[in-house]
């Protein structure tokens, strides 16, 4: 790996606050982002964005929409749930982590405004941004920095944010093995997890990302409120099922 002899700025984001790993949906959580799938393997899931009601309750708001994962489905990531025994996920392995996560920002090339709460930190992603998934590097793993020059040497034209790609032009961070959700991100335990626009109208799976039709993720994103301290639960159904009353699922 090239060294960093240059200046370069941590983009520290205040994101969605979180809460020690307790195996539940935080007590003050009142919004997320459900998928489900049909199995561990599978690469398809169903997406619901749910809310809890001036009652208490949760109910849908947004969905059932279809979405797409990694191309061999998922695995359990490293996020606000505590692990139970079984594959972990791993850098390359083509699986979505699984479990429960909290939200970062939105991180944008598009040329339409996404329409979001402006307490939700947006990056316009330029030249300058890279998302450090080098193995070599464990001090900046799983992180974004801003370089003060446009990426121009070949380990800054490695690991700079995509620029032209256009299912890439609206993401959303999901904190799994991030500093924000483990403290020290783990190198090989997978890194640079989003939500993104899909590829081929949906025919084609992701790395290990979650897709979805532009459309779908605009609108959830619009829904999203910082203030109610929204999650992403990725679980297959079976699972869903095992866990959710000691989880605290909706």
């Known amino acids: 790996m090239q060294r960093l002899f240059y200046i370069f700025f941590v983009i520290l984001l ?38 809890k009601n001036a009652s208490g309750q949760w109910q849908r708001v947004l969905g059932p929409v279809p979405g797409r994962l990694g191309r061999n489905g998922s695995a359990w990531g490293m996020g606000l749930h505590s692990t ?18 909290a939200l970062g920002g939105l991180w944008v090339t598009n040329a339409t405004p996404v329409q979001h709460d402006p307490a939700i930190p947006y990056v316009k992603v330029g030249p300058a941004d890279l ?7 464990p001090q900046l793993h799983n ?4 370089l003060n020059h446009p990426a121009r040497t070949p380990w800054e034209l490695k690991e700079q944010m995509r620029q032209t790609d256009y299912p890439h032009s609206i993401k959303m961070l999901v904190h799994h093995n991030t500093v924000e ?16 626009i899909w590829r081929r109208d949906g025919a084609a799976p992701t790395a290990g990302c979650t897709s979805l039709q532009e459309e779908n993720l605009r609108a959830i994103i619009a829904r ?19 866990y959710r009353e000691v989880w605290k699922l909706p």
Do not use: M
């Not at 809460?19 to 982002?33: E, G």
């Open 14 to 51: 205040p994101i969605f606050p979180l809460t020690a790993c307790s195996s539940t949906v935080p007590a003050h959580c009142s919004q997320a982002i459900i998928g489900i799938t049909n199995t561990w393997n599978s690469s398809h899931v169903t997406l619901t964005l749910v809310e």
């Open 143 to 146: 992180r974004h920095i801003r």
């Open 84 to 101: 139970p025994s079984g594959y972990r996920k791993k850098e390359g392995d083509g699986r979505s982590p699984a479990g429960i996560f």
């Open 181 to 196: 959700s483990v403290g020290k991100p783990i190198v090989g335990a997978g890194s640079s997890i989003f939500f993104h």
């Open 131 to 137: 998302w450090v998934t080098d193995p070599a590097c």
């Open 224 to 242: 999203l409120r910082a203030r109610k301290n929204p999650v992403y639960i990725l679980l297959p159904r079976a699972e869903y099922a095992r």
